[in-house]
């Protein structure tokens, strides 16, 4: 009998995930697996047969998904009509909470027994704690990336696996790209800065102007580093304009008109060779965390998102290695904290002191290793979880 499922991913990362979660199912199941819903190339090459294009979701923050409200919620209720009209064997939303779980509650209006399952678990931890209990109402199971969010999910009345985060088990650069990518672009010596402004037009747009006139102090003190920015693909256009008025020649990946392999291999050998990152605050702090990359980390929202999200926010970082780790040793500078100014004067502090640079360091193998580093990898960890919820026993 052909296991059916119905996977929602709504942005690339959404789609790795689901991707190496397919894949996971199917190396652990003997009989056939049906994949429908919405997901991007990686899903679809696994097998996905997809609603619509995934990038009609990939929105974020308040203001954004105020703008897409009408369109979103028709989506919202298309999905929700196909599920029910499917009947899988397991409803599967991946990430993208403002769209999943809506689409997870309708179909429990409509299918009450149909297994719900969520990857990812949202940042209740973080803020607006009422959503877990809310959630508990139409979401059977969550698949946790944190070590320390499956108890706020069980208290809300969720059943919660830790499955691990992926950046665990991401590919990291070869000798030979580290080589070709020195002989590229690094010619001479001097520090390497890794510069992260992020992968949407709205916060590059916020952070490229700050981020440019930190740079300026930092190599008006540094005058030998180098400054490296690999462009994420939606903003590239938008980061080659505004480097031009950046101070020190930064060198910029740009991912146009180049193979994606050929553009993941240059990232991955700028990660490798950085000695010092800036960087938006997001994931990418685990990415940076994982080939030992001493950091920086700063992020500027909306007026609207930081007077809403700021008075909800419960935590005093947002910066993923300080809450695995239960550390500050990452200087992160916020909304109104983000200005030039103190983000130079960090910088400058972890290019000169070893000590920082050590602690650093420190946290991040122990982020590594509480992630799951070492152990079965999480697309795994994730496929026995969901088989395991669609079969109990």
């Given amino acids: 009998m052909t296991l059916q499922l119905f996977l929602v991913a709504g942005e690339p990362s959404g789609d790795r995930l689901g991707a190496a979660l397919m894949a996971g199912i199917k190396a652990l ?48 209720q298309q999905t929700a009509d196909a599920v029910v009209a499917m009947a899988p064997d397991a409803l599967i939303t991946i990430d993208i909470p403002e769209f999943s779980l809506r689409v997870a509650e ?32 139409f979401v059977d199971h969550v698949l946790a990336l944190l070590p320390f969010e499956p108890p706020y999910m069980e ?8 499955v691990g985060h992926p950046v665990v088990t991401e590919e990291q650069a070869t000798e030979g790209e580290i080589a070709a990518f020195r002989a590229k672009h690094l010619a001479g010596e001097g520090p ?23 740079l300026g102090d930092v190599l008006a003190r540094h005058p030998d580093a180098r400054i490296v920015l690999p462009a994420a693909p939606a903003v590239a256009g938008i ?72 008075a909800l926010l419960r ?21 109104e904290n983000c200005r030039p100014v103190p983000i130079a004067a960090a910088m400058n ?6 000590r920082a640079r050590a602690d650093q360091l420190d946290a991040m193998a122990l982020t590594m290793r509480r992630l799951g580093r070492g152990g079965e990898a999480p697309w795994l960890r994730a496929a026995r979880a969901v088989l395991a919820q669609i079969a109990p026993g």
């Avoid at 208290?155 to 830790?162: N, R, T, V, Y």
């Avoid at 940076?288 to 930081?306: E, G, H, R």
């Avoid at 502090?349 to 070893?354: F, S």
Wanted: hydrophobic share 45%; with cysteine.
């Fill in 239 to 310: 980061v080659a304009a505004r480097i031009k008025d950046w101070p020190g020649q930064p060198i910029m990946l740009d991912p146009r008109g180049v193979a994606p392999e050929d553009f993941a291999a240059e990232k991955r050998a700028a990660f490798a060779v950085a000695d010092l990152a800036l960087a938006a605050s997001g994931t990418v702090s685990l990415e940076l965390a994982a080939t030992d990359t001493p950091m920086v980390v700063a992020y500027k929202m909306s007026w609207l998102n930081q007077k809403v999200i700021g």
């Fill in 349 to 354: 502090h972890l290019m000169e002191d070893e």
């Fill in 29 to 76: 199941t003997q009989g056939p697996v049906s994949f429908h819903g919405i997901g991007g190339p990686l899903m679809q090459a696994e097998g996905l047969q997809t609603l619509f294009p995934m990038e009609e979701l990939s929105v974020m923050g308040l203001t954004e998904i105020l703008a897409n409200y009408r369109r979103l919620a028709r989506r919202v």
């Fill in 155 to 162: 208290a809300a009345g969720m059943g919660c696996d830790f």
């Fill in 315 to 335: 935590v005093d970082t947002v910066t993923l290695v300080n809450l695995v780790t239960d550390s500050r040793t990452i200087p992160e500078f916020l909304s």
């Fill in 106 to 137: 309708k179909v429990k209006q409509e299918a009450p027994d149909l297994r719900t399952i969520h990857y990812v678990a949202p940042t209740v931890w973080a803020w607006r704690p009422g959503r877990a209990k809310k959630m508990a109402k």
């Fill in 192 to 214: 390497v800065i890794l510069v992260l402004p992020g992968s949407r037009r709205a916060e590059v747009e916020r952070l490229m102007p700050v981020f440019g006139a930190a």
